[in-house]
């Protein structure tokens, strides 16, 4: 067998309002993988890393990470999360967010300026994140979740918005990352970006549609792009 799954998600169901936002979702990454979760807007992407990170309430289902239940407390410093809106201080400089968030974590300056130049933000380390256009600000979180070299990245929609360059150059990340040993967990309502994955999770209406590689669900479905192949599913799963 190979390693022990870094996230193990097991019949997870989740409400919200008046919504099934996860109904029955079961699912695990290995190390080293970059997992993409993708879905159109409202298929529940955000609500299943919400539980993977613990702040969610559930219904039902185990939700375990590195070996704890979601949430636990030995989690913190092992576990990067970024959601869609930048979780930094727009009156600090990054540099000053970066600092701030690496005493937090306890690590040192060497830490931080590795993280800032991984976002390719050296240029502006000494900008006030306010000044800074979206898709600055999105890379200047995603320095603050690198801090401290999590096991496990947990990346909501963390290119929206991005040039195509940048996209390619944050992707080209993940999979280094990755190389080197973290786990990243990215979620995209874009289908283009499927192919970028080591491996796919579709989901649709909180369910999950497929979990496969992209080569794998294209000779599954006998579609010759991750767009054909959903719309293959959804059509397969009404019929
Ligand atoms: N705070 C909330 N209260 C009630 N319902 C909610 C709440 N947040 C989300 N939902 C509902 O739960 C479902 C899943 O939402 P979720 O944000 O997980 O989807 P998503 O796939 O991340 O969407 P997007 O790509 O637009 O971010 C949606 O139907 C949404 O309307």
Redesign the pocket.
């Known amino acids: 067998m190979g390693q022990p799954a870094v996230v193990e998600v097991r019949d997870l169901h989740v409400v919200?309002?008046s919504?099934r936002?996860v109904d029955g979702v079961s699912f695990s990454t290995e190390p080293g993988q970059v997992t993409g979760l993708l879905?159109?807007?409202?298929?529940?992407?955000?609500?299943?890393m919400?539980s993977l990170m613990g702040v969610q309430i559930v219904q039902g289902g185990t939700v375990t990470v590195l070996g704890r239940p979601a949430g636990h407390r030995d989690l913190r410093d092992r576990i990067g999360y970024v959601t869609?809106d930048p979780s930094v201080y727009g009156d600090l400089t990054v540099a000053e967010n970066l600092r701030f968030f690496g005493r937090v974590l306890g690590v040192d300056g060497g830490e931080v300026d590795r993280c800032i130049t991984a976002v390719d933000l050296g240029e502006r380390r000494d900008a006030v994140v306010d000044r800074l256009s979206g898709g600055q600000r999105s890379r200047a979180s995603l320095a603050v979740a690198l801090l401290g070299r999590p096991e496990l990245l947990v990346l909501?929609?963390p290119t929206v918005g991005l040039d195509p360059v940048l996209r390619r150059d944050l992707w080209a990340m993940f999979h280094a990352l990755a190389d080197q040993g973290t786990t990243v967990l990215v979620?995209s309502?874009v289908m283009d970006e499927a192919e970028r994955c080591d491996r796919l999770l579709l989901?649709r209406d909180?369910r999950l549609l497929a979990d496969d590689t992209p080569a794998g669900l294209l000779a599954a479905t006998g579609a010759d792009e991750i767009e054909g192949a959903f719309l293959r599913l959804v059509e397969d799963g009404a019929a």
């Open positions: 919200r309002g919504t936002a879905g159109p807007s409202g298929c529940g992407k955000t609500t299943l919400r869609q909501d929609e979620s309502h989901m909180g």
